[in-house]
């Protein structure tokens, strides 16, 4: 149940986003970058929602248990609303930034600002991770292991790709992804390791 809880989560907040997006187009008179900003992001999490519909009942079942524990429940409240803030703040950000904020020190502080709701995620990772058993402890830093050093190999190799000019990267572009991968591979390799120990 609480997968299919977490799940309409990004549902409301892909639906919001694009409502947002759709005011901005037809009643407020938003820029086109502003109103793309918001249907990338409600698509996005669309995009989320519609992965949890093709996970194995095994492991929806093995989140739904896990989830159920005082430290999931935990883990889950701050998690929300940290993706909501992430979403406001990385919006706010680049639309700031793109207004021609003058001041060097403050251009940095608003385009560091979605980091903040970023770092709430991760506190509450750790405080989830320390709260766990033993076996679930092991299968989250085994899979927060194996991400990293995929995200660190990918990242390497990128990084000479661009090197030997194969191939041509924004550098910021590829920084910015490095989060997002991290996350997703971590998810892979989670699910990997749980059906591994069960």
Do not use: N
């Given at each position: 149940?609480?997968m299919r ?87 706010a950000s ?105």
């Amino acid at each position: 149940m609480t997968m299919r809880r977490f799940m309409w989560i990004f549902v409301a907040i892909g639906l919001g986003s694009l409502a947002l997006a759709g005011a901005g187009r037809f009643l407020l008179a938003w820029p086109d970058r502003m109103v793309g900003m918001w249907t990338g992001i409600g698509a996005g999490y669309l995009l989320g929602a519609s992965l949890f519909l093709l996970m194995p009942r095994w492991w929806k079942s093995h989140c739904d248990e896990m989830y159920a524990q005082p430290a999931g429940r935990r883990y889950l409240r701050a998690l929300w609303p940290a993706l909501v803030a992430y979403s406001l703040a990385l919006v706010a950000s680049i639309w700031w930034i793109r207004l021609g904020i003058e001041s060097l020190p403050l251009r940095g502080l608003v385009a560091v600002l979605p980091v903040l709701p970023i770092a709430w995620m991760m506190h509450a990772a750790l405080r989830y991770l320390r709260e766990i058993d033993e076996l679930q402890r092991r299968i989250e830093t085994e899979a927060i292991g194996a991400a990293s050093l995929l995200v660190a190999l990918v990242y390497f190799a990128g990084g000479m790709l661009e090197k030997a000019e194969v191939v041509r990267m924004d550098a910021g572009v590829a920084m910015i992804w490095v989060f997002p991968m991290l996350c997703g591979l971590y998810g892979i390799a989670k699910m990997v390791l749980t059906r591994r120990y069960q």
